[in-house]
């Protein structure tokens, strides 16, 4: 198979010319950020944001035509535009200029006007956070939002992990989202829950090469253009770190509250604690900390051994000030179910280990549920 390379990729998306500005895609300068890797290719297409929401063929058509090259093994391209201040915006973000009816799930401001929800319909949007990768962040996610609507809740899962998504795998979901109208796309569902994420998009086997602004267009296309309808909870089950996608979903989404998910061990919570913070330095309300692998009990002769530590996650929540949620231990049996797709929540719905999850659900709820309302998008300013 021969390699492919920019020039040629460049070459071809020459063939795909912009509707209203009379020129290829190419000599116009749209391309950004086009990065080749092993025959797996991405770029943005940078359009005004005012046409943006129509230019949706353009995107298609660019795709279409990389993916036609000998060599090509996937394409992914996401429109990007700049906003007046320089920073890179979603095409696809609505125009400011005209005030829009109220949505549902906005509420009201301070002087009595109204907010625009990000995603209309969805009452509380939840973030499952861990500040470095290993400790069983997606897990707790599923888990969690199968809690939630087990607890009679309509909940939304949004894999936010672009480069690494497992959710499909871990709910059992396959195939592809349908688009009835060419804008928008229906999420896949199972076990009651609708679910959306860039492991639908790509083969599970496709390196995610995407750089910052292509993250973030990506995370504000699969938040806004997605029919979630009417959902209680939508849980985000975040990348982990405090990169571009943590920094678009902390600062751009209107979330109602963060988990944070660590082991007891000193160095998973000191990266915890940057979690913790970023999402203090935004104004995300932090609903509390859960300590994930907590205990390890033997599946023969039920010996418990701290592994991790214990207690490490309890302590530094009073340290923070931060409320507890609780702790989850490490298990044959969570692993097994998450990676057959099939979580211990609704596998062994009566079992003490999914019963954890229940209750740590519960006291999001209650969080929840007690709030005053969804919160704002901050607003962030840089100097």
Known sequence: MSRITEAEVLEALKQVQDPDRGGDIVALGMIQGLVVKEGNVGFAIEVDPKRGPKLEPLRKAAEAAVNALPGVL?????????????????????AKASAPAPAAGARAGSGGGQAQALVPGVKHIVAVASGKGGVGKSTTAANLALALAREGLRVGMLDADIYGPSQPRMLGISGRPSSPDGKTLKPLENYGIRVMSMGFLVAEDTPMIWRGPMVQSALQQMLRDVEWGELDVLVVDMPPGTGDAQLTMAQQVPLSGAVIVSTPQDIALLDARKGLNMFRKVDVPVLGIVENMSLYICPECGHEAHIFGHGGAKREAEKLGMEFLGELPLTIEIRETSDGGQPIVVSHPDSPFAEAYLKIARRMWEKLSGAAGKRQAPRIVMQ
């Open 74 to 94: 996937s394409v992914t391209a996401v429109l990007t535009a700049e906003s007046g201040g320089g920073a890179p915006a979603p095409a696809s973000a609505p």
